[in-house]
């Protein structure tokens, strides 16, 4: 989903060479850099221009940019490439950096972001108002700061002719003895499954948590592989009988019109995971400020945006998932199939930060 696309406009050669500058400290070096710079900030200024890197790229999002810039007259110049390609860009400029503003997906990433102080904070009562608190985290040692756009969430999804939907009603019981052989995933490695692991961990501690890892594990229909798209056709096949995945892959084969896809969602079913409990589990897409934005006014304006009625219909809408503010409503027929549901309220930083705990149960359980 998080893929360089060329159709995204390009920026500026001049910010293209300043960026591709090689990375040697000599003192030429470092004053060249100042200068492009300064020069870079003076034009820009003059311009009203929005450095965006995003991990996002969906056909709504033109919309979504193009509206941004009709209100406020900020032209927006987009990087779009994946989420580990866009930290390491940031991490490699440093200081010099032009994102104004880094869109990520998943609390497993923006959490890496976080805790290494890609983001700045931000006072903004509009996103106070507007993003519940739950959906907002704020690194207590460097002040970085992150909201999220929209959330998605991580589902059952089952064979019909084998399971019912009543045997896998909560993650817990994809450790249940009766799954043995049943059970397929993606490498426990991901941050997709690293965050549902570490929001577990959270709610059943980390030797409960662990102790349903390997459960799962000496579930495993075959080792784990692929994206969450091949698990349900995994299980669509009958090489499983359960496997998770993320709303928006499943909400994709609801809506596509390719027989193959229609033969897939035939034979499945799914099941929102928890509802007698503790909810399901949501992630999200989210970003920030850059740390050291170029222009930051614009960067306020851009993030208040997204949370605006009409930018978080757009947004959710790009990839079939739910807005972050209240009272927004999709009418994405996708979404309406997957209803209402009680969601697992977790602090999305405290996801972020449970994947520690995560990886050290993947690790002991051989979850690759
Ligand atoms: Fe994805």
Redesign the pocket.
């Known amino acids: 989903?998080c893929v360089f696309t060329p159709k995204a406009p390009s920026l500026p050669n001049r910010i293209e060479g300043f960026m591709k500058l090689p990375r040697f400290r000599s003192a030429f070096a470092a004053a060249t850099s100042i200068l492009l710079s300064v020069a870079f900030g003076s034009a820009q200024a003059a311009d009203k221009i929005l450095n965006l890197y995003s991990a996002r790229h969906y056909q709504t999002d033109e919309a979504l940019y193009a509206n941004f810039t009709k209100q406020t007259g900020i032209r927006i110049n987009r990087i779009e490439a994946g989420d580990e390609a866009l930290l390491e860009r940031l991490r490699t400029e440093g200081k010099q950096s032009p994102a104004d503003v880094v869109l990520l997906?998943d609390a497993a990433r923006l959490w890496k972001g976080q805790i290494e102080g890609l983001f700045q904070p931000l006072k903004s009562s509009t996103l106070q108002a507007r993003i519940p608190a739950h959906l907002r985290a704020k690194d207590d040692g460097n002040g970085s700061e992150w909201f999220a756009f929209t959330t998605r969430a991580r589902i059952i999804v089952y064979n019909k002719s084998k399971v019912q939907a009543n045997e896998v009603a909560d993650y817990q019981s994809l450790a249940s003895p009766s799954l043995k052989g049943k059970v397929c995933t993606r490498s426990g490695m991901h941050p997709?499954m690293l965050s549902l692991i570490g929001a577990i961990s959270e709610h059943l501690g980390e030797a409960q948590a662990q102790a349903w890892a390997a459960g799962v594990v000496t579930n495993f229909a075959r080792t784990p592989r692929g994206g969450?798209t091949d698990q349900i056709r995994a299980v669509a096949s009958g090489e499983c009988a359960v496997a998770l995945t993320?709303t928006?892959?499943l909400a994709r084969l609801m809506r596509s019109d390719k027989p193959q896809d229609k033969t897939v969602m035939q034979r499945i079913g799914f099941v929102m995971p928890n509802q007698s409990n503790w909810g399901t589990h949501l992630n999200v897409s989210g970003g920030g400020i850059a740390r050291n934005a170029p222009h930051r006014d614009e960067a306020v304006k851009f993030l208040e945006y997204l949370a605006s009625d009409q930018a978080q219909i757009y947004l959710a809408d790009g990839n079939n998932e739910w807005p972050v503010v209240p009272g927004v409503k999709s009418s994405n027929p996708a979404l309406a199939a997957l209803g209402e549901f009680k969601q697992d309220t977790l602090p999305i930083g405290s996801i972020g930060r449970s994947q520690i705990t995560a990886a050290r149960i993947i690790d002991r359980v051989h979850w690759r």
């Open positions: 989903m997906v997709y969450d993320n928006y892959y």
